[in-house]
């Protein structure tokens, strides 16, 4: 989440719920901390240390360092690591020598005052191919003149702002949000380019670059507005961004525009030309026609940017005055309640007193398939359905949770998980042990077929273990949820490594113990939260004291669809 100074542009209580002994007291020797590859795992393994959690409550100040903290601390240390996006001296580069604005700084003078929700701000770190921060470009949802927009915005600072194959994928991520929820869209184009080396993995697939483009004409035509800057070089493909734009503005002096530069055009002709004369704002603006808006620095490019979506016919949502309780429990508690490990788990009521409003929750079926928790709830005004894992997801808990989740798909209510799925259990031993298990995959089936269908708004928070099918049933990335976030101590895997049969710690190891040996290690290292956000499997990783603001920001964005009347029409809108 970024903090962004800007002027706009014009009682039921869920039971007796006493703050939990464990979240003051020791979870015991199950408490291990997420570990990640590279320099991340390298850093969580120095650091780990067995610990009390209530050090957790008070960042540290019982033992310098416990289990929870430890996940919490190193994402702080690593999203304060990519503000700075390609480092000091790529910053004074591009600020100094090349008279720019930081991206951060470009999003100051655009959006409206208030925070705004970064997505997946951790991708493109210890990639294959190296460090990419941020994976090159910034994106999120913020407002301007009061309407919720995306925004897509290159970091040049970052390898000259070429595009690596991450930041593709992210690219493709923030316009799938802007079509699932109808948002406009912003371009702040300052790109390098593809990074050849790695062509093969940028270009020729479905998913590759071109679906950027792809996309833009798409939501065009489904009345869904996208305006763009040419806020430094846009060369080769991304120069189609700002051209297949409604409405772009052009920068001077260090707006560029061209398929292929300078250099090029002397290997290929031995001609002598300018970036200005070959692509620069005024060719743009006054022959070429590629950019509608001609700015003289870039504040002034921002304020044409805010004045031409005041003209787009967008509504803001209406404001409402939308009185809510806190929670009876301070939300900052959270991170002394984050499991770290599913048999240490608590139960999940203690997480929800402490996110819903006046800690009151409407539940559906109490008594009846407990290991699910299901019930109406709401986040800062906002009405919500509650799924959220309390134990193993059993037969009674899936017809449930199925049942559940189709009231509603038909009320309309948006529905929020919270997932933290039991390891897989031990095949059956027995005929009625097979039988069982069986029932419980039908039941299971059935409510993966329902949250597939349910066509509300779905936000998913992986709170703890996010393994095998139990994640798809309670909407996992594969289930498209329009927002999935994880706290840092979050496990995504197909099986947890963790319940994997032990190894004997000494020398001698056979083949096949060697092999688990290994198995179990590569697991460990790709099943943490930030290996995980780094391959953008989710939105990012978010605090667990954050996680009640964020859905209520998530909430409000997806409501915004709700006020736009815009009927989709035949063709996009295409340059003459």
Aim: charged fraction near 20%.
């Amino acid at each position: 989440m970024g903090n962004n100074p800007r002027p706009a542009c014009s009682r039921g209580n869920m039971g007796n719920n006493p703050r939990p002994a464990c979240s003051r007291g020791n979870m015991g020797n199950n408490s291990r901390p997420a570990c990640s590859s590279g320099d991340i795992r390298r850093k969580l393994r120095s650091a780990c240390s067995r610990g009390n959690i209530g050090s957790c409550l008070c960042r540290g100040r019982a033992g310098g360092g416990c289990p929870t903290c430890l996940p919490a601390d190193l994402y702080s240390e690593l999203l304060e690591r990519v503000k700075k996006g390609g480092g000091e001296k790529a910053v004074l580069r591009h600020t100094q020598r090349n008279k720019k604005l930081f991206v951060r700084e470009r999003l100051r003078l655009l959006l409206d005052d208030g925070d705004f929700l970064e997505l997946s701000p951790l991708a493109g770190l210890d990639m294959p191919y190296g460090d990419v921060p941020a994976a090159g470009c910034l994106t999120g949802i913020g407002k301007i003149c009061g309407v919720w927009c995306v925004f897509i915005a290159s970091d040049a600072t970052v390898k000259g702002g070429t595009i690596y194959p991450i930041g593709v994928k992210k690219q493709l991520r923030a316009q799938e949000i802007a079509m699932e929820n109808r948002l406009l869209s912003v371009h702040l184009v300052d790109s390098g380019g593809a990074f050849l080396p790695l062509q093969s993995e940028l270009f020729p697939d479905k998913l590759h670059g071109g679906r950027i483009f792809y996309n833009e004409a798409i939501m065009s035509a489904m009345g869904i507005p996208q305006v763009a800057v040419v806020c430094g070089s846009c060369v080769a493909g991304g120069a189609y961004v700002p051209t297949m734009a409604e409405e772009s503005v052009i920068i001077d002096k260090i707006g560029t525009l061209f398929l292929a530069g300078p250099p090029l055009v002397k290997a290929a002709t031995g001609e002598d030309v300018s970036p200005e004369d070959l692509g620069g704002a005024r060719l743009h603006s006054q022959v070429s026609g590629c950019t509608d808006h001609f700015a003289p620095s870039e504040e002034e490019a921002y304020e044409c940017i805010r004045n031409v979506v005041s003209t787009l016919n967008c509504e803001p949502v209406p404001e409402e005055d939308r009185d809510h309780d806190s929670p009876l429990y301070s939300p900052e508690e959270l991170l002394g309640l984050a499991p770290l490990d599913y048999g240490c788990t608590l139960p999940v009521k203690l997480i929800l007193s402490r996110l819903v409003d006046g800690s009151r929750l409407q539940e559906f079926k109490a008594a009846y398939g407990t290991t699910l928790v299901t019930g109406f709830g709401h986040v800062e005004g906002h009405l919500v359905g509650i799924v959220a894992n309390n134990g193993e997801l059993a037969h009674d808990a899936a017809l449930k949770g199925s049942h559940f989740v189709q009231l509603c798909g038909q009320r309309g209510i948006p529905i929020l998980f919270l997932q933290n799925t039991a390891p897989q259990p031990a095949g059956p031993a027995s005929i009625s042990q097979a039988e069982a298990h069986s029932n419980r995959l039908k039941a299971q089936a059935s409510m993966m077929a329902a949250v597939a269908c349910a066509a509300v708004p779905k936000i998913t928070i992986v709170i703890g273990g996010c393994f095998g099918s139990e994640s798809y049933v309670m909407c996992g990335r594969s289930f498209s949820p329009n927002f999935l976030f994880l706290w840092p101590n979050a496990r995504v895997a197909l099986v947890d490594s963790r319940h994997f049969p032990t190894v004997t710690p000494a020398g001698d190891w056979t083949g096949e113990e060697l092999e688990l040996k290994q198995l179990k290690a590569k697991l460990e290292e790709e099943s943490s939260a930030f290996y995980s956000s780094s391959r953008l499997w989710d939105d990012g990783i978010i605090l667990p004291q954050d996680t009640r603001k964020v859905i209520a920001q998530c909430l409000e964005i997806m409501e915004q669809k709700k006020s736009q009347a815009v009927s989709p029409c035949p063709y996009p809108i295409i340059r003459m």
